[in-house]
């Protein structure tokens, strides 16, 4: 009996910079038919000439989803593979931040995630093989002050990914989580941005977002930015996870943020909050 071919087509979502970009090109690169997305597809120029496809998709666009998918159905029989990149980071003290915003980065990093993995889970099942990688982050294994929304979101779709892997694992499906950390991106750039926003120097919390935005700049500048990772690393983790036999559930780039998260799940919840007291100031504290 024939075998029937498989799809091996990766849909990426978020390709107009960072990881997004870099995994599209690194996977066109290895041959792969690679659809590259963005919201605005002004912003994919230059990947069609580099071997990718390019195509609308907004993750918090129903429609635009729908049509990504179809399209990918139409040309190659199904999606063989999932990249979920798209995403960023909303930072502020929890009490102050609007829910319209933490439903907003919901919407992006983790529903639109799952509406994809939904849309495209038909085709895997049909043709017995598929992957779907999601881009989460260390920030989704361990929380820091001052970016709640961001982890909430982040450790949801660990959440998601680990009960998805169980469901799907049968019909020849695997699901893995790819977990950066600090990356020289426009992440940070975003991230800022969207706290400068909203600065309020009356703000009970001013000194904390002060520090956030401090130990963020840190991370990605100056001489600890040298250890940033480069997105082209996170590309190369993701292309060897689609591409294995048995990739691992997880992927943590660079490796040695492992530490953070080994730090994280070790020690007592008590003992991680003096740690980040130390490296925030907490609000409300009398001196
Ligand atoms: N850089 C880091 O340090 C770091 C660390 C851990 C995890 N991550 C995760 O890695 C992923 C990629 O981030 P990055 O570092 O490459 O940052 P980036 O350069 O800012 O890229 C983010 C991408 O997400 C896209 N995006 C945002 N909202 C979208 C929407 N509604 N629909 C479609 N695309 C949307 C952006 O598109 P626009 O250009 O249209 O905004 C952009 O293409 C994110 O999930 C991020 O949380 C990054």
Redesign the pocket.
């Known amino acids: 009996m024939e075998t029937p071919v498989r799809s091996r087509a990766a849909l990426v ?10 995994t599209a090109l690194q996977l066109a690169a290895q041959g792969l038919v690679v659809y590259a ?4 597809p002004e ?1 994919l120029v230059g990947l069609e000439e580099r071997g990718c496809r390019t195509l609308r ?5 129903e429609s635009s989803m729908c049509a990504a998918v179809e399209r990918v159905t139409a040309d190659q029989g199904a999606v063989g593979m999932l990249v ?6 909303l930072q502020g003290a929890l009490e102050e931040l609007p829910l319209e915003e933490l439903r907003r980065q919901f ?3 983790l529903f ?1 995630a799952l509406r994809l993995a939904q849309l495209v889970l038909p085709g895997m099942r049909r043709q017995g093989w598929g992957r779907i990688v999601n ?5 989704g294994r361990i929380t820091t002050p001052g970016n709640g929304a ?1 982890h909430a979101s ?1 450790h949801a779709l660990e959440a998601l990914s680990d009960v998805l892997r169980f469901e799907v694992r049968g019909f020849g499906v695997d699901v893995v989580l790819v ?12 991230a800022l941005g969207g706290l400068a926003a909203r600065e309020d120097p009356g703000s009970p919390y001013a000194a904390l977002h002060a520090d956030v935005a401090a130990r963020m700049r840190g ?2 500048e100056g001489w600890l930015g040298l250890a ?2 480069h ?1 082209e690393a ?1 590309a190369r983790t993701v292309a060897r996870a689609v591409a294995v036999h048995r990739p691992r559930t997880r992927y943590v780039v660079p490796g040695v943020a492992r530490l953070f998260v080994a730090a994280g799940r070790l020690l007592p919840a008590r003992t991680w909050d003096a740690l980040m007291r130390r490296m925030y100031r907490p609000p409300g504290a009398r001196s």
């Not at 997305?37 to 605005?40: C, V």
């Open positions: 979502t978020g390709c107009s910079s960072g990881i997004g970009r870099a997305t963005a919201r605005r912003t998709l907004d993750v918090c666009d979920n990149n798209a995403g960023y980071g919407e992006t990093n639109g881009v989460s982050s260390v920030g961001y982040k977990e950066p950390a600090a990356i020289a991106t426009r992440w940070v750039e975003t991370a990605h940033a990772g997105p996170v």
